[in-house]
Structures are given as C-alpha cells and as structure tokens.
C-alpha cells in the first residue's frame, strides 16, 4: 500500500531548526517528485518546495534561503531541513507525490499536480 509518512515536527524557538522527513512506503521513491507543503490555521495550503527525480529544486519565495530539500533514494526518504524557523513558518506540514512520475526535472509546487498526501506533522515555532 502506497503510504508517505512525515516526521520531525515539534516545538522550536525562533531562529531554530528542524529536519522533517517523508518516508515513502509501497512505492520506489524513485523516480517521483517529491513536494513539500504546509497549512497554517484559518490559510490555504502553500507549496513550499520539491525536488524532482534528478535533483532539481524549487522552492517558494517565503522559505528561500533558510529551507533545504534533499532525496536519498536508498533510504526512500526525503528530508526538508528547516534552519531560522520564525513564527510565520507555524503550520502542519506535508509530504507528496503525483499519481505518475512527472519528468526527470520537473519539479512543480502545484497542489494539484499531486495525488498521494501523508498525514502531516506539526511544526510550531514559539517562544
């Protein structure tokens, strides 16, 4: 059974890190994108960032600079490193992937170019 599974959410003063993980089970995470995203109370969801079957990157403009996505193909794992947290990044984050491989370099931050979504994990971050 496909299944993403996030993890590393917690708690965080401002100006801290986290590393979220989405492990991909039921599947080969290669060769999908892979999308991040993330829903603070009372928004919309935001793409945030994805990572393409050959590495490629997009990232949105309120996380550039500070959050890193990463793939590691062995471990079925992709990880979103999240250093100078600050309040606004306050939300439930989640990992993604389309119903088919988009391209080798095709990396979208679209909701709706995904099909399958983890549970998500919470990241607050709070003095």
């Known amino acids: 059974q496909l299944q993403l599974v996030e993890s590393g959410g917690g708690l965080v003063q401002p100006g801290g890190s986290l590393r979220l993980s989405c492990a991909a089970s039921g599947f080969t995470l290669d060769p999908y994108t892979i999308g991040w995203f993330r829903q603070a109370p009372g928004k919309e969801r935001e793409g945030i960032s994805c990572i393409s079957f050959s590495g490629r990157t997009n990232y949105a403009d309120s996380v550039k600079g500070r959050f890193t996505i990463s793939r590691d193909n062995v471990e079925n794992t992709v990880y979103l490193q999240m250093n100078s947290l600050q309040p606004e990044d306050t939300a439930v984050y989640y990992c993604?992937?389309?119903?088919?491989?988009?391209?080798?370099?095709?990396?979208?931050?679209?909701?709706?170019?995904?099909?399958?979504w983890g549970q998500g994990t919470q990241v607050t971050v709070s003095s």
């Open positions: 993604a992937r389309p119903l088919v491989p988009l391209g080798l370099s095709i990396c979208t931050l679209t909701g709706a170019s995904y099909n399958s």
